[in-house]
């Protein structure tokens, strides 16, 4: 496998999102979460309980997910999330619509967020790349209807020259397949292409499996590493190191 070279020329960086560039710590283990949801329900006119909520959403992952790992086993599937809060809204007996449903889901993640914020210098470091002509790109494992109002509510919609959420490519990282679908889209070279991101395997192994190199940032959000870091990666402290490790800016 290549190493990573110094002062290499990268055309295009991909970033990770959270734990990468946003600080963030979502809680919907609680109880009092779900009580919490359980009256954002009754403001519909749907009067479920809060242990029912919780059990049909946690059960309704499982069955999404085992059913997409069965249909796609070679790969890394992803689901949507949008049906479970269509189903909630049908079963509290309320004639809803899809916006409805979004509206819902969207008040969901806001009532679970314990932290949301970006890490210093993350914005000022996509804005510097793209003021030296560098693109920028979100590649995310990410809930579609959680993450781009986060995105836009963070002031960071703006600064990608494109995104893709695993979500929509019923794909997520390690899966190669899920960063070819980026590549493809917007028509990167990989020999100019370098990701950046917080997590070993999703970030690092999975970019050296779909043939780019990689920045690895060790945050509070990251899983114990499980395995040497790809040849082609290096580890750097902060987002703002990215800058000064191979952005060359000439």
Known sequence: ?????????????????????????????????????????????????????????????????????????????????????????????????????????????????????????AAELLKTLRDHGRKVYLLSNAQTIFTRPELRALGLEELFDGTLLSAEAGRKKPDSLFYRALLDKYGLDPEETIMVGNDDVADCHGAAAAGLDSLYIYTEQSPKPVKPLPENCRQIACIADVFDTVANMV
Do not use: C
């Open 1 to 121: 496998m290549k190493s990573l070279e110094n002062n290499k020329y990268y055309r295009n960086y991909l970033f990770d999102l959270y734990g990468t560039l946003v600080d963030i710590h979502t809680d919907e283990r609680s109880d009092e979460f779900w009580a919490e949801f359980q009256n954002e329900l009754e403001k519909y006119g749907a009067a479920l309980p809060a242990a029912w909520l919780r059990e049909y959403y946690e059960n309704s992952v499982r069955t999404m997910e085992a059913r997409a790992r069965a249909a796609m086993p070679e790969g890394e599937p992803e689901i949507d999330l949008l049906p479970v809060f269509e189903a909630f809204l049908k079963e509290g007996g309320i004639g809803a619509t899809t916006e409805d449903a979004v509206k819902l889901a969207e008040r969901f993640r806001m009532l679970s967020i314990r932290k949301l914020q970006l890490f210093d210098g």
